[in-house]
Structure formats: C-alpha cells, structure tokens
C-alpha cells in the first residue's frame, strides 16, 4: 500500500465520522439521531461478506495451485472476516436497543450472523486441530469453500423469506435505499472508506502471517 492510498482511506474515514454526527437525517420512526449508526452498521456487515468471499477465493486458489500464500491469504482474510462479523453483531444489538427495545431478539438478520459466527469459529478450531501445515490448508480451504455457500443464504436470503423485526425505512424489502442526498452521500463514502481501510488491514494481515509461517519453518528446522 502506497502512501498516497493510506492518505486517502484516512482522509475519506475522517470526514464520513465529522459528516456523519453533522448533517441532518430525515427523522426515521422512533430511531431519530440514532440511525446514524448506520454509518458504521452496514460497513462492517458488507466487509465480513467481502472478507469471507475472499477468504474463499484464495481457499480455491490454494486447492488448484497448492501454493501456501494462498492458505495465508484466506485465512488472514477469514479472520477479518470474523472481526468485522462481530462488530456487525454489535452494533446491530445496539440498533435493535433502540428500535425494538433489546439489544437480541433472535430476529432472522440476528440469527443469521450467529449461525455465520459459529460455522466460522469452527474454521478456525479446525485449523488449530491440524498441526501439519499442508494438512491443514487442504482441509481449512474446502471448508472455507463450503462455509461460503451459506453465506449467501443467511445474510441475503433468509432474512428476506421470513418476517423480520428489521427496520425498512432506510433499506426497505424493495432492497432501494431510502434516505436523503446528504445522508445518500455520508453513506457511501462510509462504504468506499471502510472497504479501503479492510484492504489496508488485509495487506498488513498477510504480512505479518508470511513473517510468522518463515519463522515457524525456521524454529523446526
């Protein structure tokens, strides 16, 4: 990542938090001030399902080319994955406290991303269970393929197929976003800034998992 890019995601990231807490939003039912979470809400649950789309990639990569950088690569990007899974989780808990009054309801977009936390928990137990590095890429990648089909399903599919508690006035069932030019434009420079910044994290991630695998060969020879 060149310097002019980390400028960019910095600045980009900067101005989405100052316009985010100073422009005005249309007043949506009873969340008011508070759906500015979005902001930060719908990021984090777009980049677990980059992430994990990636993680998948390189999991198909590693399986045709039987090169380990792919195994680093989809795994780093799985685990940032997780990351932003949790922390989609979390503000979402936040924004069903303000609009439904608790912070879990077991609503089917709740449900679905612990359903997604738990299948990729057990990536990673599965790569901890297997101690022989080429073992474990080859077993970890078809999983990782395979987790990724549900994926689709659970975030994109299933919430839509069952009555949800989910509110509909910013993103509605029509799948149209609803809100006003100012907000319209905070919002997806919030996407464009957090997707740049997971880059970032990606590429520091994949560096310091290449440093570590070297030392591990070194420290067993």
Do not use: C
Request: aromatic share 16%.
């Amino acid at each position: 990542m060149n310097k002019i890019y980390k400028i960019s995601v910095l600045v980009i990231i900067s101005l989405v938090i100052f316009f985010a807490f100073y422009i005005d939003i249309p007043k949506i039912g009873i969340l008011g001030d508070k759906a500015r979470i979005i902001f930060l809400h719908v990021p984090t649950a777009w980049l677990s399902v980059l992430a994990f789309l990636l993680s998948m990639i390189y999991s198909v990569q590693y399986l045709r080319k039987r090169d380990i950088i792919f195994d680093i690569k989809a795994v780093s990007a799985a685990e940032i994955g997780f990351l932003f899974s949790i922390l989609a989780t979390v503000t979402g808990s936040v924004w069903a406290k303000f609009s439904w009054g608790s912070f879990w309801n077991w609503d089917p977009r709740e449900t679905s991303i612990f359903i997604l936390l738990l299948i990729y928990g057990a990536y990673f137990s599965l790569r901890s269970a297997v101690d022989v590095p080429e073992q474990k890429a080859k077993l970890s990648s078809v999983y990782s393929i395979i987790a990724f089909v549900t994926v689709p399903f659970f975030v994109f599919i299933m919430p839509r197929i069952i009555e949800s508690l989910h509110p509909d006035p910013i993103i509605n069932v029509e799948g149209k976003i609803n809100m006003d030019g100012k907000m319209t434009s905070v919002f997806f420079s919030s996407l464009l800034g957090f997707t740049m910044l997971f880059f970032w994290i990606l590429n520091i991630k994949i560096r310091l998992e290449k440093i570590n695998f070297k030392r591990n060969q070194r420290s067993e020879i």
